[in-house]
């Protein structure tokens, strides 16, 4: 079964230093990976997704995520933090073969000044 | 882009009654309408998914008879917690997946509080 493990629960960063969140994935086929973010109290808006083409994708708001298979990895990074991408941050996997997503459990993301 | 509106924003009831929470597709035809719950500080659970014309799949462990889901319509998508206890309390959002397929739209999510 498809899984997600996001190493990292909080993740605190000064304005304009990077960003990295960590996920790690587990699949027995090439998976389909999604990186939401969720601002308080609201729904999920997607930063970006990987469907088997370029291993390095680029999303929105200058994020970005490599696709490792040797290290079954998709990383969720961006150059230069903003007080605005303090969120909590989803790595979530689709259910090959089917159209539901597995959640990882989150990272808060907490930028300071 | 693919627009899903959830209604209301939240809401408070008593022990007891009944709460019907709605997600409409606005711009695209949503087929598949999936319900997550969330708790505070905690990842989206599945809860079950709805098809247009028929009965939703639940996961395991949800009540399917006190988390009643409706599809009646390739626009609109209801969830209504029956019988809501305070254990109920959740965060309620609901996603759709875009015609143009991988893509997942989510709603601005429902704060339920039963008192």
């Known amino acids: 079964a498809q899984s997600v493990t996001q190493l990292d629960s909080h993740v605190s960063v000064s304005e304009g230093t990077p960003v990295l969140l960590r996920c790690n994935y587990s699949?027995?086929?090439?998976?389909?990976l999604f990186w939401y973010v969720q601002h308080p109290n609201k729904g999920l808006q997607l930063l970006l997704k990987?469907?088997?083409?370029?291993?390095l994708v680029k999303g929105i708001n200058g994020f970005e995520a490599e696709f490792k298979k040797s290290e079954t990895s998709f990383h969720l990074t961006k150059p230069s933090a903003h007080m605005s991408d303090a969120a909590e941050y989803f790595c979530?996997?689709?259910?090959?073969?089917?159209?539901?997503?597995?959640f990882g459990t989150g990272t808060r993301l907490l930028v300071s000044p | 882009g693919a627009v899903v509106s959830q209604h209301p924003s939240w809401v408070i009831c008593k022990s007891g009654t009944s709460v019907k929470i709605e997600c409409r597709s606005l711009?695209?035809?949503?087929?598949?309408m999936f319900w997550y719950r969330q708790f505070p500080k905690q990842s989206l659970m599945l809860m079950a998914t709805?098809?247009?014309?028929?009965?939703?799949?639940?996961e395991q462990g949800v009540e399917k008879d006190k988390f009643l889901i409706n599809h009646a319509s390739l626009t609109l998508s209801t969830l209504t917690v029956t019988s809501a206890h305070p254990e109920d309390s959740s965060f309620y959002i609901c996603?759709?997946?875009?015609?143009?397929?991988?893509?997942?739209?989510f709603g601005s999510g429902t704060r339920l509080t039963v008192v």
């Open positions: 711009d695209f035809q949503a087929t598949t």
């Open positions: 709805s098809n247009e014309g028929s009965k939703a799949t639940y």
């Open positions: 996603s759709s997946q875009t015609a143009t397929g991988y893509g997942y739209t």
């Open positions: 699949s027995s086929y090439s998976p389909s």
């Open positions: 979530v996997v689709r259910v090959t073969g089917f159209q539901k997503l597995v």
């Open positions: 990987y469907t088997s083409a370029a291993t």
